[in-house]
Nanobody
Framework: VQLQASGGGLVQAGDSLRLSCRTSGRTFSPGVMAWFRQAPGKERVFVAIFSGSDNSTSYADSVRGRFTISRDNAKNTVYLQMNSLKPEDTAVYYC????????????WGQGTQVTVSS
């Protein structure tokens, strides 16, 4: 099982980016897909989650209203649309997957760097 994250880059404050995380080797259906991020010198923190059982989403307070998580089952891909980016959004972004809500995330992508300049 592999989770391949992509879409990061260097942007200016106020710009947008869309991250993608493609799953190969198996599908997570319904499953739970999420994005986390880790800024330099800080711990990895939760950003957004998509629950496949009811297509519900949830976000960290710091990104709510600016980021949107979505999933395309046909492409085995989960997305993170990031709008109105801020310098404090700079981090390595990781996608993660699990089968059962409430369990530990067993599968992780390799991370994609997002850098937002002021």
């Amino acid at each position: 099982v592999q989770l391949q994250a992509s879409g990061g880059g260097l942007v200016q404050a106020g710009d947008s980016l869309r991250l993608s995380c493609r799953t190969s080797g198996r599908t997570f259906s319904p499953g739970v897909m999420a994005w986390f991020r880790q800024a330099p010198g800080k711990e990895r923190v939760f950003v957004a989650i998509f629950s496949g059982s009811d297509n519900s989403t949830s976000y960290a307070d710091s990104v709510r209203g600016r980021f949107t998580i979505s999933r395309d089952n046909a492409k085995n891909t989960v997305y993170l649309q990031m709008n109105s980016l801020k310098p404090e959004d700079t981090a390595v972004y990781y996608c993660a997957a699990k089968d059962v809500p409430g369990s530990v995330y067993r599968y992780w992508g390799q991370g994609t760097q997002v850098t937002v300049s002021s």
